[in-house]
DNA sequence: CCACCTTATGCAACTAGTTGCAAAAGGTGG
DNA sequence: CCACCTTTTGCAACTAGTTGCATAAGGTGG
């Protein structure tokens, strides 16, 4: 139950419609909790009917018209109440790694080229990251809203550089092996 | 799609009945791939039905009565296609990175208490990796299967490690905010 | 001036995972 | 000897996320 409240946390960063909200997830937001415009859009009518959030009232709401929507206090407050509330982390769940166990019963072939493929997303990704770092988080940048999310985008790049490495590692194991 | 194979992973490593396989999902399989008995028995219906795996035929399969399932050569087959074919990684979703973000619009209050929960329980879970690590791959241990289970437990050694790691940087990062 | 492309919104059906509950079989203690 | 507990299996309903497609408005080039 967390896509409402990521889109509550980018609507009141910056009121948008639901194709600039889209946008928005495939970059920022969207590097830690993704999600499609459908979702978007179903979740705004959801939202929207519990008062949460309401639309800006500028333009007619017609198809193929923007429509804005910003958050209303009732939405604030449940944003606030979920944020401060304990939640347990999920178990992990990784395909690679189950295919890496498989790969002990049934034989490592074909699963080199693909660890060798994903090495090379994650270190994009990584790359991503650090120029984002470079650009948004120069020495100086240290408001609280800043070292917070600053805060966000270390566990991003230290988790790809953990992915970049193991994976590395995990190919140098292959190399040895008969 | 990953459920099944992870099944049939598992009953290749050892034929075993519908409870057996829950058991070996807390731990193990589980670590990167958990599931729920309901989801094992329902699948383990599906795989049966598609002809992967059967029955052991020992015992007659009344209600409360164990039942062992095998992996038929087809489902061998398809468990090598599915450990070779290439997948790609699934985007981050992660709660935590999501509150923190959301508690730069909203406030702090509450999150950091979390966050120390948060550093406890990675910390339990990394000492219970270390300690099977310990138990199971000592020194000399490396058979190609060896290796491989290694590789993939490192994964959850370093990834833990991460998390804890992370949560120490935040904690502190909290201690100096305003 | 209209066929077609892009922008923006949205429905419907499907897949995967979770939660809650129940029922059959066998053992156990009062 | 039977009421109750544990083990083992499983159904049903629900929630979250994905995929495929539809539709309306407005601009664009031949």
Redo the contacts between chains.
């Keep these: 139950m967390?896509l409402p409240?990521?889109i509550?946390?980018a609507l009141?960063?910056k009121p948008s419609s639901g194709l600039e909200l889209t946008r928005r997830f495939d970059k920022s937001?969207?590097?830690?909790?993704?999600a499609t415009h459908q979702q978007i859009y179903r979740e705004l009518g959801k939202l929207e009917a519990e008062g949460l959030i309401r639309a800006l009232p500028a333009q007619q709401p017609a198809r193929g018209q923007k429509k804005s929507y910003e958050v209303l206090p009732t939405g604030?407050a449940e944003?606030?109440r979920?944020?401060?509330?304990?939640?347990?982390?999920?178990?992990?769940?990784?395909?690679?790694?189950?295919?890496?166990?498989?790969?002990?019963?049934?034989?490592?072939?074909?699963?080199e080229?693909?660890l060798r493929?994903?090495l090379e997303?994650?270190e994009r990704q990584l790359a991503e990251y650090e120029e984002i770092e470079k650009r948004d988080f120069p020495p100086g940048k240290d408001s609280?809203?800043d070292?917070?999310?600053h805060?966000?985008l270390?566990?991003?790049i230290?988790?790809e550089t953990?992915w970049t490495?193991?994976l590395r590692?995990?190919l140098e194991?292959f190399a040895e092996?008969?």
């Design positions: 967390s409240h990521a509550l946390t009141l960063e937001i969207g590097y830690f909790w993704s604030r944003l606030t979920w944020t401060a509330a304990a939640q347990d982390p999920k178990p992990l769940r990784d395909v690679m790694l189950l295919r890496l166990r498989a790969s002990a019963v049934v034989g490592t072939e074909g699963i080229a693909d493929r994903h997303l994650h609280t809203e070292r917070l999310r805060l966000v270390r566990a991003g230290d988790l953990f490495q193991w590692h995990a194991e092996l008969p």
